[in-house]
Protein backbone atom coordinates (compact mmCIF):
# COMPACT_ATOMS: atom_id res chain seq x y z
CA UNK A 1 0.00 0.00 0.00
CA UNK A 2 1.05 3.93 -0.62
CA UNK A 3 0.99 6.07 2.14
CA UNK A 4 -2.54 7.35 0.74
CA UNK A 5 -3.61 3.86 0.40
CA UNK A 6 -2.74 3.02 4.69
CA UNK A 7 -5.90 3.18 6.85
CA UNK A 8 -6.28 5.74 8.99
CA UNK A 9 -8.03 5.52 12.16
CA UNK A 10 -9.10 8.55 14.38
CA UNK A 11 -8.88 8.15 17.94
CA UNK A 12 -9.32 10.35 21.17
CA UNK A 13 -6.12 11.60 22.52
CA UNK A 14 -6.20 12.35 26.34
CA UNK A 15 -9.54 11.94 27.87
CA UNK A 16 -11.97 8.86 28.65
CA UNK A 17 -11.66 6.82 26.14
CA UNK A 18 -7.60 6.96 24.96
CA UNK A 19 -6.68 3.78 27.20
CA UNK A 20 -9.34 1.69 25.88
CA UNK A 21 -8.89 2.51 22.26
CA UNK A 22 -5.13 2.03 22.45
CA UNK A 23 -5.66 -1.55 24.18
CA UNK A 24 -8.54 -2.51 21.86
CA UNK A 25 -5.58 -1.89 18.96
CA UNK A 26 -3.05 -3.93 20.71
CA UNK A 27 -5.86 -6.75 21.28
CA UNK A 28 -7.06 -6.19 17.27
CA UNK A 29 -2.78 -7.34 17.01
CA UNK A 30 -1.96 -3.33 15.55
CA UNK A 31 0.97 -2.44 16.71
CA UNK A 32 1.53 1.33 17.61
CA UNK A 33 4.53 3.74 18.49
CA UNK A 34 2.85 5.92 20.63
CA UNK A 35 4.74 9.23 21.51
CA UNK A 36 3.17 11.35 23.47
CA UNK A 37 2.58 14.65 21.70
CA UNK A 38 2.04 12.96 18.35
CA UNK A 39 -0.71 13.91 16.18
CA UNK A 40 -0.48 10.54 14.31
CA UNK A 41 1.23 7.23 15.22
CA UNK A 42 2.25 4.94 12.63
CA UNK A 43 1.51 1.52 12.40
CA UNK A 44 4.93 -0.78 12.91
CA UNK A 45 3.10 -3.59 11.61
CA UNK A 46 -0.04 -2.59 9.44
CA UNK A 47 -0.49 -0.44 6.79
CA UNK A 48 -2.44 1.64 9.67
CA UNK A 49 -2.26 5.23 10.81
CA UNK A 50 -3.81 6.44 13.71
CA UNK A 51 -5.08 10.31 14.24
CA UNK A 52 -5.25 10.99 18.01
CA UNK A 53 -7.03 13.61 17.81
CA UNK A 54 -10.12 15.12 20.48
CA UNK A 55 -13.59 13.35 20.45
CA UNK A 56 -15.24 15.75 18.81
CA UNK A 57 -13.53 16.12 16.01
CA UNK A 58 -13.75 12.22 15.50
CA UNK A 59 -17.15 12.02 13.33
CA UNK A 60 -16.15 15.22 10.82
CA UNK A 61 -13.48 13.44 10.14
CA UNK A 62 -14.77 10.05 9.47
CA UNK A 63 -17.76 12.09 7.44
CA UNK A 64 -15.70 13.99 5.28
CA UNK A 65 -13.38 10.67 4.62
CA UNK A 66 -10.21 12.49 6.31
CA UNK A 67 -10.06 9.49 8.02
CA UNK A 68 -12.16 5.92 7.41
CA UNK A 69 -12.57 4.66 10.75
CA UNK A 70 -12.91 6.19 14.34
CA UNK A 71 -13.68 5.23 17.89
CA UNK A 72 -16.27 7.79 19.54
CA UNK A 73 -19.11 7.83 21.80
CA UNK A 74 -22.88 7.51 20.37
CA UNK A 75 -23.27 10.54 22.19
CA UNK A 76 -20.78 12.63 20.64
CA UNK A 77 -21.48 10.93 16.82
CA UNK A 78 -25.32 11.79 17.39
CA UNK A 79 -24.76 15.56 18.44
CA UNK A 80 -22.52 15.84 15.72
CA UNK A 81 -24.86 14.24 12.61
CA UNK A 82 -27.87 16.33 14.46
CA UNK A 83 -25.87 19.53 13.69
CA UNK A 84 -24.60 18.54 10.62
CA UNK A 85 -28.12 18.07 9.29
CA UNK A 86 -29.23 20.94 10.40
CA UNK A 87 -26.84 22.85 8.07
CA UNK A 88 -27.54 20.68 5.69
CA UNK A 89 -24.19 18.92 5.28
CA UNK A 90 -23.56 15.34 4.69
CA UNK A 91 -23.82 13.26 7.98
CA UNK A 92 -23.10 9.76 6.91
CA UNK A 93 -21.22 7.32 8.80
CA UNK A 94 -21.60 3.79 8.74
CA UNK A 95 -21.75 2.03 12.11
CA UNK A 96 -19.51 -0.91 12.07
CA UNK A 97 -19.47 -2.12 15.81
CA UNK A 98 -20.93 -1.01 19.38
CA UNK A 99 -17.42 -1.36 21.81
CA UNK A 100 -17.78 -2.36 25.37
CA UNK A 101 -16.08 0.59 26.92
CA UNK A 102 -17.58 4.31 27.05
CA UNK A 103 -20.56 3.56 29.03
CA UNK A 104 -22.70 6.26 29.87
CA UNK A 105 -26.05 8.74 29.47
CA UNK A 106 -26.98 11.86 28.52
CA UNK A 107 -29.72 12.43 31.64
CA UNK A 108 -31.21 15.90 32.76
CA UNK A 109 -30.16 16.76 36.22
CA UNK A 110 -31.49 19.60 38.34
CA UNK A 111 -30.50 21.05 42.42
CA UNK A 112 -31.22 18.35 44.42
CA UNK A 113 -33.29 20.82 47.16
CA UNK A 114 -35.66 21.44 44.15
CA UNK A 115 -36.75 17.62 45.14
CA UNK A 116 -38.27 15.47 42.59
CA UNK A 117 -40.05 17.20 39.59
CA UNK A 118 -41.99 16.18 36.49
CA UNK A 119 -41.05 17.04 32.66
CA UNK A 120 -43.53 20.24 32.61
CA UNK A 121 -41.10 22.08 35.26
CA UNK A 122 -38.84 22.45 32.52
CA UNK A 123 -41.04 25.00 30.91
CA UNK A 124 -39.39 28.05 30.60
CA UNK A 125 -36.46 26.95 32.45
CA UNK A 126 -32.80 27.71 31.52
CA UNK A 127 -30.77 23.95 30.86
CA UNK A 128 -26.94 24.07 30.12
CA UNK A 129 -25.39 21.14 28.26
CA UNK A 130 -22.67 20.14 25.61
CA UNK A 131 -25.38 18.87 23.76
CA UNK A 132 -27.16 21.02 22.69
CA UNK A 133 -28.46 19.19 19.42
CA UNK A 134 -29.68 16.50 21.16
CA UNK A 135 -31.24 18.50 23.97
CA UNK A 136 -33.27 20.05 21.33
CA UNK A 137 -34.63 17.34 19.72
CA UNK A 138 -35.82 15.95 23.31
CA UNK A 139 -37.24 19.40 24.40
CA UNK A 140 -39.02 19.58 21.19
CA UNK A 141 -40.35 15.64 21.17
CA UNK A 142 -41.76 16.16 24.87
CA UNK A 143 -43.68 19.74 23.84
CA UNK A 144 -41.38 21.53 26.34
CA UNK A 145 -40.36 25.28 25.66
CA UNK A 146 -37.09 25.59 27.46
CA UNK A 147 -33.73 27.88 26.67
CA UNK A 148 -30.57 25.53 26.03
CA UNK A 149 -27.62 27.15 27.15
CA UNK A 150 -24.42 25.83 25.83
CA UNK A 151 -21.28 25.26 28.08
CA UNK A 152 -18.24 23.11 26.71
CA UNK A 153 -17.74 22.31 30.23
CA UNK A 154 -18.03 22.22 33.74
CA UNK A 155 -21.76 21.89 33.15
CA UNK A 156 -22.64 20.64 36.29
CA UNK A 157 -21.67 24.17 38.24
CA UNK A 158 -23.95 25.70 36.33
CA UNK A 159 -27.12 25.71 38.33
CA UNK A 160 -25.32 27.25 41.40
CA UNK A 161 -23.52 29.71 38.98
CA UNK A 162 -26.31 30.70 38.08
CA UNK A 163 -26.11 30.04 34.59
CA UNK A 164 -28.97 27.56 34.38
CA UNK A 165 -31.74 25.83 36.65
CA UNK A 166 -30.62 22.81 35.22
CA UNK A 167 -28.13 20.47 32.99
CA UNK A 168 -28.60 18.05 30.42
CA UNK A 169 -24.86 16.11 30.87
CA UNK A 170 -22.97 12.48 30.88
CA UNK A 171 -23.67 10.44 33.73
CA UNK A 172 -21.53 7.03 34.91
CA UNK A 173 -21.65 6.68 38.36
CA UNK A 174 -23.50 9.27 39.29
CA UNK A 175 -20.62 10.52 41.52
CA UNK A 176 -20.18 14.15 39.59
CA UNK A 177 -23.84 14.49 40.02
CA UNK A 178 -24.00 13.32 43.70
CA UNK A 179 -20.81 16.04 44.44
CA UNK A 180 -22.52 18.77 42.88
CA UNK A 181 -25.76 18.74 45.11
CA UNK A 182 -27.74 17.67 41.70
CA UNK A 183 -30.59 14.97 41.31
CA UNK A 184 -30.59 13.02 38.06
CA UNK A 185 -34.15 12.61 36.13
CA UNK A 186 -34.87 11.16 32.72
CA UNK A 187 -32.02 9.45 30.98
CA UNK A 188 -32.22 11.41 27.05
CA UNK A 189 -29.75 8.95 25.33
CA UNK A 190 -27.53 5.57 26.77
CA UNK A 191 -24.30 5.85 24.84
CA UNK A 192 -21.37 3.58 24.40
CA UNK A 193 -17.88 4.15 22.46
CA UNK A 194 -18.49 2.99 19.05
CA UNK A 195 -16.45 1.97 15.92
CA UNK A 196 -17.46 4.10 12.63
CA UNK A 197 -16.58 4.05 9.35
CA UNK A 198 -17.11 6.55 6.43
CA UNK A 199 -19.50 5.13 4.18
CA UNK A 200 -18.05 6.31 1.15
CA UNK A 201 -14.89 4.85 1.16
CA UNK A 202 -13.94 2.66 -1.93
CA UNK A 203 -10.13 1.74 -1.68
CA UNK A 204 -9.90 -1.81 -1.83
CA UNK A 205 -6.94 -2.62 0.13
CA UNK A 206 -8.49 -0.53 2.89
CA UNK A 207 -11.80 -2.36 2.51
CA UNK A 208 -9.53 -5.83 2.37
CA UNK A 209 -7.89 -4.80 5.93
CA UNK A 210 -11.01 -3.58 7.23
CA UNK A 211 -12.76 -7.06 6.78
CA UNK A 212 -9.41 -8.75 8.50
CA UNK A 213 -9.34 -6.80 11.97
CA UNK A 214 -13.72 -7.17 12.18
CA UNK A 215 -13.30 -10.95 12.31
CA UNK A 216 -10.26 -10.83 15.24
CA UNK A 217 -12.85 -7.35 17.06
CA UNK A 218 -15.19 -9.96 17.28
CA UNK A 219 -13.21 -12.64 18.38
CA UNK A 220 -11.68 -10.09 20.84
CA UNK A 221 -15.21 -9.75 22.38
CA UNK A 222 -16.31 -12.95 22.32
CA UNK A 223 -13.12 -13.67 24.21
CA UNK A 224 -13.81 -11.06 26.95
CA UNK A 225 -17.03 -12.38 27.31
CA UNK A 226 -15.98 -16.07 27.44
CA UNK A 227 -14.08 -18.54 29.80
CA UNK A 228 -12.70 -21.50 30.16
CA UNK A 229 -13.43 -23.70 32.78
CA UNK A 230 -11.66 -27.06 33.61
CA UNK A 231 -12.77 -29.74 36.62
CA UNK A 232 -12.62 -33.20 37.65
CA UNK A 233 -16.10 -34.86 38.14
CA UNK A 234 -17.49 -37.93 38.95
CA UNK A 235 -18.43 -40.08 36.54
CA UNK A 236 -21.63 -40.67 37.91
CA UNK A 237 -22.62 -37.51 38.24
CA UNK A 238 -21.73 -35.90 34.81
CA UNK A 239 -25.17 -35.38 33.69
CA UNK A 240 -26.03 -33.16 36.84
CA UNK A 241 -22.65 -31.65 36.56
CA UNK A 242 -23.23 -30.29 32.83
CA UNK A 243 -26.87 -29.66 33.47
CA UNK A 244 -24.92 -26.61 36.06
CA UNK A 245 -22.59 -25.42 33.24
CA UNK A 246 -23.44 -22.47 31.70
CA UNK A 247 -23.79 -21.70 28.13
CA UNK A 248 -24.45 -24.34 25.69
CA UNK A 249 -20.91 -25.13 24.60
CA UNK A 250 -20.02 -28.90 24.14
CA UNK A 251 -17.36 -30.40 27.34
CA UNK A 252 -14.38 -32.16 26.44
CA UNK A 253 -14.39 -35.26 28.79
CA UNK A 254 -10.69 -36.48 29.18
CA UNK A 255 -9.62 -39.86 31.43
CA UNK A 256 -7.90 -39.06 34.56
CA UNK A 257 -4.52 -40.89 35.51
CA UNK A 258 -4.71 -42.95 37.47
CA UNK A 259 -8.97 -42.60 38.51
CA UNK A 260 -11.59 -44.85 37.23
CA UNK A 261 -13.85 -42.61 38.80
CA UNK A 262 -13.52 -39.17 37.78
CA UNK A 263 -12.82 -37.39 34.56
CA UNK A 264 -11.54 -34.28 33.43
CA UNK A 265 -14.10 -32.10 32.25
CA UNK A 266 -12.76 -28.94 29.54
CA UNK A 267 -15.40 -26.18 28.40
CA UNK A 268 -15.57 -22.92 27.00
CA UNK A 269 -18.28 -21.15 28.38
CA UNK A 270 -20.12 -18.17 27.26
CA UNK A 271 -20.51 -17.09 30.78
CA UNK A 272 -18.40 -16.90 34.04
CA UNK A 273 -19.04 -19.35 36.77
CA UNK A 274 -20.48 -17.86 40.24
CA UNK A 275 -19.30 -18.83 43.29
CA UNK A 276 -22.76 -20.56 44.15
CA UNK A 277 -22.89 -22.83 40.96
CA UNK A 278 -18.84 -24.10 42.05
CA UNK A 279 -20.07 -24.73 45.48
CA UNK A 280 -23.03 -26.89 44.12
CA UNK A 281 -20.57 -28.71 41.66
CA UNK A 282 -18.25 -29.19 44.39
CA UNK A 283 -21.35 -30.42 46.50
CA UNK A 284 -21.95 -33.25 43.85
CA UNK A 285 -18.22 -34.46 44.06
CA UNK A 286 -16.47 -31.85 41.14
CA UNK A 287 -13.30 -30.70 42.68
CA UNK A 288 -10.02 -28.62 41.18
CA UNK A 289 -12.81 -26.59 39.25
CA UNK A 290 -10.68 -23.71 37.18
CA UNK A 291 -12.60 -20.79 36.04
CA UNK A 292 -9.72 -18.87 33.51
CA UNK A 293 -10.15 -16.19 31.14
CA UNK A 294 -9.47 -16.23 28.03
CA UNK A 295 -6.92 -14.19 25.97
CA UNK A 296 -8.28 -14.39 21.99
CA UNK A 297 -11.10 -17.07 20.20
CA UNK A 298 -11.27 -17.31 16.68
CA UNK A 299 -14.09 -20.00 15.68
N1 LIG B 1 -17.99 9.06 33.27
C1 LIG B 1 -17.84 8.42 32.12
N2 LIG B 1 -17.73 7.09 32.09
C2 LIG B 1 -17.58 6.44 30.93
N3 LIG B 1 -17.55 7.04 29.72
C3 LIG B 1 -17.65 8.36 29.70
C4 LIG B 1 -17.81 9.11 30.90
N4 LIG B 1 -17.86 10.39 30.60
C5 LIG B 1 -17.74 10.43 29.27
N5 LIG B 1 -17.63 9.23 28.71
C6 LIG B 1 -17.47 8.88 27.28
O1 LIG B 1 -16.14 9.22 26.91
C7 LIG B 1 -16.14 10.26 25.92
C8 LIG B 1 -14.96 11.16 26.15
O2 LIG B 1 -15.09 11.76 27.42
P1 LIG B 1 -14.07 12.88 27.90
O3 LIG B 1 -14.55 13.39 29.21
O4 LIG B 1 -12.68 12.34 27.82
O5 LIG B 1 -14.31 13.93 26.74
P2 LIG B 1 -13.73 15.38 26.49
O6 LIG B 1 -13.40 16.05 27.77
O7 LIG B 1 -14.73 16.01 25.58
O8 LIG B 1 -12.37 15.08 25.72
P3 LIG B 1 -11.66 15.81 24.48
O9 LIG B 1 -10.54 16.58 25.10
O10 LIG B 1 -11.16 14.70 23.62
O11 LIG B 1 -12.68 16.67 23.77
C9 LIG B 1 -17.51 10.93 26.08
O12 LIG B 1 -17.95 11.58 24.92
C10 LIG B 1 -18.39 9.74 26.40
O13 LIG B 1 -18.72 9.01 25.24
O1 LIG C 1 -21.20 9.96 36.78
P1 LIG C 1 -19.70 10.03 36.89
O2 LIG C 1 -19.06 8.69 37.03
O3 LIG C 1 -19.24 11.00 37.94
O4 LIG C 1 -19.14 10.58 35.49
C1 LIG C 1 -19.67 11.72 34.88
C2 LIG C 1 -18.62 12.71 34.55
O5 LIG C 1 -17.65 12.12 33.68
C3 LIG C 1 -17.43 12.97 32.56
O6 LIG C 1 -16.48 13.92 32.80
P2 LIG C 1 -14.92 13.57 32.96
O7 LIG C 1 -14.65 13.05 34.31
O8 LIG C 1 -14.50 12.68 31.83
O9 LIG C 1 -14.23 14.97 32.86
P3 LIG C 1 -14.52 16.21 31.88
O10 LIG C 1 -15.80 16.85 32.41
O11 LIG C 1 -13.33 17.07 32.10
O12 LIG C 1 -14.65 15.73 30.48
C4 LIG C 1 -18.78 13.66 32.40
O13 LIG C 1 -18.67 14.88 31.67
C5 LIG C 1 -19.26 13.88 33.82
O14 LIG C 1 -18.83 15.10 34.33
MG1 LIG D 1 -14.66 16.51 23.68
Redesign the pocket.
Known sequence: MSSTNRLRIAI??????SKDCQSLLKQLGVKLNLREERLIAHSTNMPIDVLRV???DIPGLVMDGVCDLGI?????LVEAQAERLKGGQPAEVEKLSSLDF???RLALAWPQELGPQSKSWFQGKRIATTYPQILKNYLKAENINAQVVVLT?SVEVAPRAGLADAICD????GATLEANGLMQGDTILE?N?CLIKNPTMSCPDKAALINKLLPRLKGVRQAKESKYIMLHAPKAKLDEICALLPGTGQPTLLALAGSDELVALHMVSSETLFWETMEELKALGASSILVMPIEKMME
Not at 170 to 173: A, E, K, Q
Open positions: QKSGRLRDDVGENVGYCGLVSTSA
